[in-house]
């Protein structure tokens, strides 16, 4: 099983839709948690961090849920600029490692 | 902005060959990382580093090697490059201290190992 599995789509949804992904954990040693964003043919870049239960910043929205091992993205009001794939991070703060899961693509149609 | 380079957007090298992959960060951090990234495996980290001559094994360090002479730069090596190693790879760094969790990276050096 891996350490951090996410669902690797592709969700096809058309402009001002709302998604959402969601990704579980296997260690509950993980200290944080993050979501990157990555282009085709790009590297990973932040978009979220999630520490405690949550996380919101504009259209984005991370939970948190420590007793399922459960993160989730939400997307709201997609635009057609979120076209890309969505990277959920474990950290663990013993090794300092980040665990990747495989991503889910997301692509917003007009 | 943090920089993290690297050497070659795209590098196509023969089996056998020793393959050196060079990345480069301009914001002094302590911490590099080198990953490989595959379809349907995500990012898996292969080796890092948290200080000049400091080398830890990632998941993957098979086939590979790492040098850290200075601290901003962090060399993967492969000593006798095999196909099962054609792959993108991804150099990242991150700061020591409370902020160690939030790594950045590099463009990519996507290798094809004929």
């Known amino acids: 099983r891996k350490e951090v599995e996410q669902d690797p789509g592709p969700f096809n949804v058309p402009e001002g839709a709302t998604v959402a992904f969601n990704c579980t954990y296997s260690n509950s040693a993980s200290q944080s948690f993050f979501w990157y964003r990555q282009d085709c043919r790009k590297e990973p870049k932040l978009l979220m961090s999630v520490y405690s239960s949550g996380n919101e910043d504009g259209r984005f929205t991370a939970q948190l849920n420590r007793a399922s091992q459960y993160i989730s993205l939400l997307i709201r009001d997609s635009k057609l600029s979120d076209s890309a794939t969505y990277l959920c991070?474990?950290?663990?703060?013993?090794?300092?490692?980040?665990?990747f899961g495989q991503g889910t693509e997301l692509s917003v149609k007009p | 902005d943090v920089k993290v380079t690297q050497s070659s957007r795209y590098l196509v090298k023969r089996t056998g060959e020793k393959v050196f992959l060079e990345c480069v960060q301009d914001?002094?951090?302590?911490?590099m990382f080198w990953y490989r990234q595959d379809p349907g495996l995500g990012l898996r980290l292969i080796y890092f580093s948290y200080d000049v001559k400091m080398k830890e094994k990632g998941d993957i360090p098979e086939g590979y090697s790492v040098s850290r002479e200075k601290k901003e730069r962090f060399s993967l090596i492969l000593e006798s490059a095999s196909t099962n190693q054609t792959s993108m790879y991804l150099c990242a760094s991150s700061p020591g201290g409370p902020n160690t969790d939030t790594q950045y990276f590099g463009p990519g050096t996507r290798l094809t190992v004929l």
């Open positions: 914001m002094d951090h302590e911490n």
């Open positions: 991070v474990a950290f663990y703060n013993q090794g300092g490692k980040l665990i």
